[in-house]
């Protein structure tokens, strides 16, 4: 039995090529969809919460400027627009990986009950973009009193 010393330097050599293989048999065997504008798309995540007074909605726009939010609403969609924008750093070293995403996003949203729209507040601090968007008086439920007949 022949016995192979152990390097570190040549295991480190074996798991930069295993990673970079893996990442390319990844990208040949993502489908389609992916590919052209899945997982590769800037899509933040949002929380809806309905409360008896207004819908609320979060987003998480983490490295993205509030000038470039804008949030917009029309008959009962609400649309909420914005763009994270490439950071231009000067890198002395190379580039391994890139899995932050940027560019432009837009999420549209049906409310399910009438709103006040004109009353619509959109607040953004650090990275969550809040969204408060009031119910009609007719859209409130309301105790109904029971009277004696």
């Known amino acids: 039995m022949t016995l192979i010393r152990?390097?570190?330097?040549?295991?480190a050599r074996l798991v930069d090529f295993r990673t970079e293989a893996d990442r390319l048999f990844e990208s040949l065997l993502r489908?389609?969809?992916q590919l052209a504008g899945g997982a590769d798309t800037l899509s933040p995540p949002v929380d809806i919460?309905?409360?008896?007074?207004?819908?609320?909605?979060?987003?998480?726009?983490?490295?993205?400027?509030?000038?470039?939010?804008?949030?917009?609403?029309?008959?009962?969609?609400?649309?909420?627009?914005?763009?994270?924008k490439p950071v231009n750093e000067t890198r002395e070293g190379s580039l391994h990986r890139t899995e932050r995403v940027h560019g432009a996003f837009e999420r549209t949203f049906t409310l399910t009950a009438p709103v006040r729209g004109d009353q619509i507040q959109a607040t953004y601090r650090d990275g969550v973009l809040e969204i408060r968007v009031p119910k009609a008086e007719e859209a409130r439920a309301r105790e109904i009193e029971v009277q004696v007949g």
């Open 6 to 11: 152990w390097t570190p330097a040549r295991s």
């Open 31 to 33: 489908p389609r969809s």
């Open 49 to 84: 919460e309905e409360t008896p007074e207004a819908f609320v909605l979060r987003a998480d726009l983490p490295g993205v400027a509030q000038k470039d939010v804008k949030v917009s609403f029309t008959g009962d969609t609400l649309v909420l627009r914005g763009e994270r």
